[in-house]
């Protein structure tokens, strides 16, 4: 066997969604199924198709870009995005920023200390700043799925609905975590949030410090690797200091405005499913010819939420 | 002033490293010291220089990484790395792997399912294959800066000699974290460890289930950027697939093998330095223009232990 194979072997469980069919996936004895083997036992019942009308379709030169909105958790700026994408404001714009270990930020690049304030989009029909959605009350009523191995920043974290969500019991508040992927608003000194027209991805390490501080619009469920393999902007904070370095968008969609056919086809584990259960405990406690020590913990920005091609059939 | 000024702002603290002069970086009333305010008042005496037997100049045709060896951690891992780089064993192999959220790993091309074993490059005086050092005895005698906020894997967590560490007092053992652009020894399945011939830095969310299953051989002081932004694979587990698509390595090189005006001139932050600890403290507890809630915590592997270039003055 290739002495590389077993390094595939060893890296395996942590690869995103389902691995080809590769001789490091197979079998052995009593060993913890890996991700690949635990998705290909889901039942179709255990995945949704997001909501047409939360399913952004970013078009890059790199590729699409998948991003579903949260409006369980930031409805008012969900409905500003909304807004934004039906008028097409996002269409030719570009990606100003990648710093990082942080984030992708998109934007209208006039809306820079260098930018032409003249030329800068109006924003039409929606909202220029919005009230802070940066927690919620506790909805008991939304499913949750509780990790069990605590958090360095939160009293409770879990899953509710497809996003990492941390919870505080004692103020009765809950909130969407920036975890890798997770898709901000950035904004202006508060108290008002902004309005959606400049968005962020996490690229990096999470940087939980913004939860609370930021209010989070959703989370890419495919195209990650188009915004984090970036090069990263040299100017100050990763911004692209010369115009040439963006990467123009070609288009933002929202899938309920394109006709069936054009629609992205895809699914997302429910993050309240037996498999997804048994994925998180998989990671949890690892056991197999590569791993000796399994951690017997899981941190919850270390959770990928699967999302696959959905198939026609159902 | 723009609107995306204060945007730079609420980012900045996140912002690895000295930020440049910016109308973001002025400091208001009783707002939280930025890290490059810190930074700017740091004595010469925080700052060290790593010893050019530690340091790594690896050159790739984006540009020059730079990387700190540990051998107070994994020692035997350290001296074969040496051995490998003074033969030049990594002149001309190539980054073959870059799996998003991830690792980036580097290896002898022809070590692969597809390769041919007969091209092999031989491993000269190196061993090829090491005891395990995936954690030792807790060494009182190196500086220790714990952390306040406990860790979701490991009873204590802190920084000892610029490295992430995590501990455990009650088996006497502690061991370097796979925090973002740590580097680690990619091998068979054990119990021995790889060689050091094949490596991977840390790219993504911190996959902290390595900890304790891989030898961990250092960190990425400078150069991040490099291996982080490079195209993603589209094979399995992020290889490339196709040999064009891999990096060459142009060279690797020991600091101590260089003559003085070739050998990169970088210091790095003491991490038992009070301008460290200020740096800790100020990202727990950020209150300015923009944070409305501080996080009143801190991770581990979101810490960013800064390295600059080294004046010559000291």
Same mark, same amino acid.
């Given at each position: +066997?290739?002495?590389?194979? $077993?390094?595939?072997?060893?890296? #395996?469980?942590?690869?995103? =969604?389902?691995?080809?069919?590769?001789?490091?996936? @197979?079998?052995?004895?009593?060993? @913890?199924?890996?991700?690949?083997?635990?998705?290909?036992? &889901?039942?179709?019942?255990?995945?949704?198709?997001?909501? $047409?009308?939360?399913? =952004?379709? +970013?078009?890059?030169?790199?590729?699409? %870009? =998948?991003?579903?909105?949260?409006?369980?958790?930031?409805?008012?700026?969900?409905?500003?995005?909304?807004?934004?994408?039906?008028?097409?404001?996002?269409?030719?714009?570009?990606?100003?920023?990648?710093?990082?270990?942080?984030?992708?930020?998109?934007?209208?690049?006039?809306?820079?200390?260098?930018?032409?304030?003249?030329?800068?989009?109006?924003?039409?029909?929606?909202?220029? @700043?919005?009230?802070?959605?940066?927690?919620?009350?506790?909805?008991?009523?939304?499913?949750? @799925?509780?990790?069990?191995?605590?958090?360095?920043?939160? $009293?409770?974290?879990?899953? &509710?609905?497809?996003?990492?969500?941390?919870?505080?019991?004692?103020?009765?508040?809950?909130?969407?975590?920036?975890?890798?992927? +997770?898709?901000? %608003?950035?904004?202006?000194?508060?108290?008002?949030?902004?309005?959606?027209? #400049?968005?962020?991805?996490?690229?990096?390490?999470?940087?939980?410090?913004?939860?609370?501080?930021?209010?989070?619009?959703?989370?890419?469920?495919?195209? +990650?690797?188009?915004?984090?393999?970036?090069?990263?902007?040299?100017?100050?904070?990763?911004?692209?200091?010369?115009?040439?370095?963006?990467?123009?968008?070609? #288009?933002?969609?929202?899938?309920? !405005?394109?006709?069936?056919?054009?629609?992205?086809?895809? !699914?997302? =584990?429910?993050?309240?499913?037996?498999?997804?259960?048994?994925?998180?405990?998989?990671?949890?406690?690892?056991?197999?010819?590569?791993?000796?020590?399994?951690?017997?913990?899981?941190?919850?920005?270390?959770?990928?939420?699967?999302?696959?091609?959905?198939?026609?059939?159902?």
């Amino acid at each position: +066997m290739s002495r590389l194979v $077993p390094k595939l072997l060893g890296f #395996s469980l942590l690869c995103a =969604l389902a691995l080809p069919a590769a001789r490091a996936d @197979t079998p052995t004895a009593n060993k @913890t199924p890996t991700p690949k083997e635990l998705l290909e036992k &889901s039942k179709p019942e255990e995945w949704r198709k997001p909501d $047409p009308r939360n399913l =952004l379709q +970013m078009q890059l030169p790199q590729g699409k %870009v =998948l991003i579903e909105l949260a409006p369980d958790f930031t409805p008012l700026h969900a409905e500003n995005i909304r807004t934004l994408v039906k008028e097409h404001y996002f269409d030719k714009l570009a990606i100003v920023r990648v710093q990082d270990n942080f984030v992708t930020q998109w934007a209208d690049p006039e809306d820079d200390d260098k930018g032409d304030k003249n030329k800068l989009r109006p924003l039409g029909k929606a909202k220029k @700043t919005l009230p802070p959605e940066y927690t919620r009350a506790i909805d008991t009523k939304l499913p949750w @799925t509780a990790l069990p191995d605590g958090d360095v920043y939160a $009293p409770e974290v879990g899953f &509710s609905e497809g996003f990492p969500v941390a919870r505080d019991k004692a103020t009765g508040q809950e909130w969407l975590t920036h975890c890798y992927g +997770m898709v901000g %608003v950035a904004r202006d000194v508060g108290p008002e949030t902004g309005s959606g027209s #400049s968005l962020y991805a996490v690229i990096g390490q999470a940087p939980r410090g913004l939860d609370r501080n930021l209010a989070i619009a959703g989370r890419v469920l495919q195209g +990650m690797e188009f915004l984090s393999a970036l090069p990263r902007g040299t100017g100050p904070l990763g911004f692209y200091d010369k115009p040439e370095q963006r990467v123009t968008i070609e #288009s933002v969609r929202l899938a309920s !405005e394109l006709p069936e056919n054009e629609r992205a086809k895809v !699914e997302v =584990l429910r993050t309240d499913s037996p498999t997804f259960a048994a994925m998180i405990e998989a990671k949890r406690n690892r056991r197999d010819d590569f791993y000796r020590n399994p951690a017997g913990k899981i941190d919850l920005c270390s959770i990928n939420i699967p999302a696959r091609e959905a198939k026609a059939t159902h």
